[in-house]
């Protein structure tokens, strides 16, 4: 590691606003350890963070995980966390060239509302043309299957990344559910799916796209985003 943090723009940390699965009326939203555990990666090396969600504001929890998570635990106690998860940028407003990275968070909510925001895919664009790192953890590579380089070509194509898998989505009874697979639908915009055992830690760097399968690699991936930034 040869960068110092102070010197690293904040990474933007981007959340879904999706609070329904399609037209079930089943609560969705955003996973918090997905979240947490990078951001935790990040801040304990130094690195500024901010958080963004496709509408602002207060985006949907999908579900309160685990309160045993000593990092959930740690950032739910902890009142500026909380005011900032309250009062999100709206990726809309978002200046791309105020940061080195970002980094999409799952939960099923982004299966609606990540493939298609424009203001998404222009974070993605800029921050990929100015040099600096996507990344995306569990159904948060949903943000980059329609995402394009500043040439026209697709983000993915010919990249290996991890994504939540086939398996995983049946798993958890929601493949019919989901308007699409998110693995199925990578590998067909060229992207290289590195798939791997079911609720496996499973990160693959690709150059400076960084991607992580479910939420047991959301702590990994932030290490990994780390240790690129710090690089």
Sequence with gaps: MTKQ????????????????KGDTGIPTGFNLAELTHPMAKLQDAGIRTEIASI????????????????????YWADAEFRRALTNTLCIDDVDPTRYSAVMFAGGHGTMWD???????????????????????VCHGPAALVNARRTDGSLLVAGKRLAAFTNGEEEEVQAAHVVPFL?????????????????????????????????????????LALRNALLA
Aim: charged fraction near 20%.
């Design 55 to 74: 509408q602002g504001g207060e985006p949907p929890l999908d579900g309160l995980e685990d309160m045993k998570d000593p990092v959930i635990v740690r």
């Design 182 to 222: 998110l693995a199925t639908r990578l590998s067909e915009r060229g992207a290289l799916h590195q798939d791997s055992a079911n609720w496996s830690d499973n990160v693959v760097v690709d150059g400076r796209l960084i991607t992580g399968q479910n939420p047991q690699s959301a702590s990994s991936l932030g």
């Design 114 to 136: 990540f493939p298609d925001s424009a203001s998404a895919q222009k974070v993605i664009r800029e921050i990929d043309a100015a040099g600096g790192i996507v990344s995306a």
């Design 5 to 20: 943090a102070a010197q690293i723009k904040p990474v933007l940390l981007v959340v879904t606003s999706c609070a329904v």
